[in-house]
């Protein structure tokens, strides 16, 4: 899959937003990639990671386990596994607190681990998902994701592959560009619902 029929799914999908959002990292940016609306549909994303899944093969070799990042990540995790006939495992937060793995989840010695997330910013979340693997036995060789949206500049620690990376501008609040300040911001991610 080429990095513009990656693009023409979330085009097609309506999950290539534009106008002034604040990203879950309290970043701001003129561009939003509303994955779920992605993950919504079975077909659109057994297509995107079934080609997640050709990259990571063809870089990194056999994989046994795939772990991502609880939530966003859990859903391009399980169907990118799925692809690569490996088990799919995630990592999420006590209340508070750091990511870790539970629910009896390991990545035992002799396995090879990627860590998979859906979209990139700045590389935090699966920094701490690797983080919070340092004391596994098994190898973890690389991470991916469908779209890396900081121009390969997200850091892991790791190597990272993508479909498509994009070089999409983020600004701390106070240092709007004039034609982004004029816009009304909104945050559409999921850390933008109300609590019950």
């Known amino acids: 899959m080429t990095p513009e029929e990656v693009l023409e799914e979330f085009r097609s999908a309506g999950a290539l937003l534009q106008g002034h959002f604040i990203l879950s990292s309290g970043l701001r940016s003129p561009t939003f990639l509303q994955k779920m609306t992605i993950f919504s549909d079975p077909a659109r994303t057994e297509r995107l990671c079934r080609a997640l899944a050709e990259v990571i093969t063809a870089r990194f070799g056999r994989i046994d386990i795939v772990v991502s990042p609880a939530i966003g990540g859990i859903i391009p995790g399980y169907e990118t596994a799925r692809h ?17 793995l539970r629910r009896g989840f390991s990545i035992p010695a002799g396995t090879r681990a990627v860590i998979v997330e859906d979209i990139v910013t700045t590389g935090l979340s699966a920094r701490e998902c690797l983080a919070s693997l340092k004391d596994e036995g098994g190898e973890v060789v690389g991470a991916a994701c469908l779209i ?5 500049r997200g850091e892991i620690g790791l190597p990272l592959l993508s479909l498509v990376t994009l070089d999409i501008p983020a600004y701390a609040p106070d240092a709007l560009p004039p034609e982004l300040a004029a816009i009304p911001p909104v945050k559409p991610g999921s850390r933008a619902l109300p609590k019950p």
């Open 84 to 100: 690569l006939g490996a088990k799919a495992i995630f990592v999420e937060r006590d209340p508070g607190g750091p990511f870790t």
């Open 148 to 152: 890396d949206r900081s121009g390969g």
